[in-house]
T-cell receptor, first 113, second 110 residues
């Protein structure tokens, strides 16, 4: 998976608890993305980063925050998890914004009960 | 309104039976159209990028083509290992992200 590690791979949590998902890359790519994948929907962008401390919202950012303090790490936080955030979360990286050839991690299956 | 529509949702083929997957899009200005392959429990894997109508790309048994409103992924003489979900995504001119379709789940039966 092109030097991308997501952790944890699986998580079960309760409604209202905070959750942080981690994405770590060893490719030194500038751009990092968080997507969610749900049945009946295509992959949808949550947030993305175009450099250390530089982030922006995607199309489904409500209820999520991100942080990027180092080039290699991009964290996704659900401040207060809800059942609607049960999903598979994918991290992706790319070298440039012009060439949106993304390399994806293996995903995190999150269940919010 | 969906910007990317893929059809069919699922396709079962006999080994060696060629077919095509369709991806239609409605973005006003296309910067690029992308095809990915996704195996169960894994992240999508990049296959092709197409930028302009008339462009074609090939990789082994796969060939992707692009028109002004749709793209086709042609699978020639498929093998069971080609079984996967194939995702199409488009990047609109001036946008920073991709819009993905819901995919076509391909099963190739030996």
């Amino acid at each position: 998976d092109a030097g991308i590690t997501q952790s944890p791979r699986h998580k079960v949590t309760e409604t209202g608890t905070p959750v942080t998902l981690r994405c770590h890359q060893t490719e030194n790519h500038r751009y990092m993305y968080w997507y969610r994948q749900d049945p009946g929907h295509g992959l949808r962008l949550i947030h993305y980063s175009y450099g250390v401390k530089d982030t922006d919202k995607g199309e489904v950012s409500d209820g999520y925050s991100v942080s990027r303090s180092k080039t290699e790490d991009f964290l996704l936080t659900l401040e207060s998890a809800t059942s609607s955030q049960t999903s598979v979360y994918f991290c992706a990286i790319s070298g440039t914004a012009q060439d949106e050839k993304l390399f994806f991690g293996s995903g995190t299956q999150l269940s919010v009960l | 309104e969906d910007q990317v529509t893929q059809s069919p949702e699922a396709l079962r083929l006999q080994e060696g039976e060629s077919s095509s997957l369709n991806c239609s899009y409605t973005v006003s200005g296309l910067r690029g159209l992308f095809w990915y392959r996704q195996d169960p429990g894994k992240g999508p894997e990049f296959l092709f990028t197409l930028y302009s109508a008339g462009e074609e790309k090939e990789k082994e048994r796969l060939k992707a083509t692009l028109t002004k409103k749709e793209s086709f992924l042609h699978i020639t003489a498929p093998k069971p290992e080609d079984s996967a979900t194939y995702l199409c995504a488009v990047q609109e001119a001036g946008a920073n992200n991709l819009f993905f379709g819901t995919g076509t789940r391909l099963t190739v039966i030996p």
